[in-house]
Each structure stands twice: as C-alpha cells, then as structure tokens.
T-cell receptor
Framework: DSGVTQTPKHLITATGQRVTLRCSPR?????VYWYQQSLDQGLQFLIQ???????AKGNILERFSAQQFPDLHSELNLSSLELGDSALYFC???????????????FGPGTRLTVL | DQQVKQNSPSLSVQEGRISILNCDYT??????FLWYKKYPAEGPTFLIS?????DKNEDGRFTVFLNKSAKHLSLHIVPSQPGDSAVYFC????????????FGKGTKLSVKP
C-alpha cells in the first residue's frame, strides 16, 4: 500500500459526459501528479500540482482540468468525454515535487475509466 | 514521438535465471532514469534509479546499467523469482521538469517456476 488513495476504482460512463476523479496523497506529501495510461501505452504525464498551485502541464487536453485543494487532495475533471478517453488514470504524490533522487513518486492504484 | 522506448512488450524467463529488461531513450537532457514495477490492479512502485553520471547502480537482486553513448539502459534481475512477474516501466526525468517522469510502454516479465 503506497498510501495514495484514488476513488472511484472503476467508472463507466457515456460519451459527452463529465466525470471527476479523486486522489488523496500520502500524508506529508505536497505534490500531486496525474498520469493517463491508455491501452498499450506507457503512462503519460498530464499535470502536476504543488501545495495547491499548478506547477507543470504535460499532454493534458483542454477538456480536462484539475485542482488541488487546501487539504492537498486533488481532483481531475474530464468533460465532453470521448471513446478515446477510456484509460487508467493514476495519481502519484511526492514530498516536494523536486524529482529524483531525493523525491520519489508514489502511485495510487488508479481509476479505470470506460467511456461507452 | 516516444522519448523513452521499451521495444520488448514481453519477456519470459525461468526461475533462478537472469532477467534483462531494456530501455532506450532519445533525449540527451535526461539526467535520471528510474524503473518502476507494476502488478495487476496496483499502481506502479519505484524499484531502482540511476543518475546519468553513473553507469551502474545495484540494489540487492536488481542492477541497472546505463550506457549514455548508446542512450540505453537495462535492468538486470538475478536470480529471477516468480514474484518478480510484473510489468516493468522505464522512466526518465531531467532538471527543470519538476520531477515529472516520462515513461516507456512497459515490458511484461513472466518468471516461470
């Protein structure tokens, strides 16, 4: 158990809908990262937050947005969903968002999103 | 355009033998390389890392080798155990990336008893 929790574990929805994925980081971790793993793809970095502020953006679609709240949990909002958005969405957390070697990312178990 | 490539989707090895997982990269700015291990229905877990200024890092049964001139790294597992059966992801980061990791597609390792 990494200490990072993600809810829900599974989500099935229809095209055009909007969903919210939730992540609670490990206790003491200030930075949260979101990754997407599509079929046969590696994990693609989407966005990073540090202590409530957006720190870096990756290949995140405009239909997607995220935020980190004062209690440090984070939410990833996906809207106008398309079939291609079906994927595993992972949240990771780290203490400082500084990267290796001092700052290890710990991953949650992921949320599997299926868009029908 | 994939900056981190794992060209072997799967690898099967006998228990007790050596497992060698390979990874190639294209970005010369990468200064840290990591291996993550993932079991089904779980998130990736950090396994071992190596700085670009080193060519080898060892941790128990796991050793990572880095060949900068070839832009290639490999993970050696000796001896392989059935519990090592998992998907292994190679990842890289560079200074200024805020710690964000660029992952390969993964290699599924099966260790047969």
């Amino acid at each position: 158990d990494s200490g990072v929790t993600q809810t829900p574990k599974h989500l099935i929805t229809a095209t055009g809908q909007r969903v919210t994925l939730r992540c609670s980081p490990r206790s003491g971790d200030l930075s949260v990262y979101w990754y997407q793993q599509s079929l046969d793809q590696g994990l693609q970095f989407l966005i990073q937050y540090y202590n409530g502020e957006e720190r870096a953006k990756g290949n995140i679609l405009e239909r997607f947005s995220a935020q980190q709240f004062p209690d440090l949990h984070s939410e990833l909002n996906l809207s106008s969903l398309e079939l291609g958005d079906s994927a595993l969405y992972f949240c990771a957390s780290s203490v400082a968002g500084a990267g290796p070697p001092t700052d290890t990312q710990y991953f949650g178990p992921g949320t599997r999103l299926t868009v029908l | 355009d994939q900056q981190v490539k794992q060209n072997s989707p799967s690898l099967s090895v006998q228990e007790g033998r050596i497992s060698i997982l390979n990874c190639d990269y294209t970005n010369s700015m990468f200064d840290y390389f990591l291996w993550y291990k993932k079991y089904p229905a779980e998130g990736p877990t950090f396994l071992i890392s190596i700085s670009s200024i080193k060519d080898k890092n060892e941790d128990g049964r796991f050793t990572v080798f880095l060949n900068k001139s070839a832009k290639h790294l490999s993970l050696h597992i000796v001896p392989s155990q059935p519990g090592d059966s998992a998907v292994y992801f190679c990842a890289a980061s560079y200074m200024g990336s805020q710690g964000n990791l660029i992952f390969g597609k993964g290699t599924k390792l099966s260790v047969k008893p």
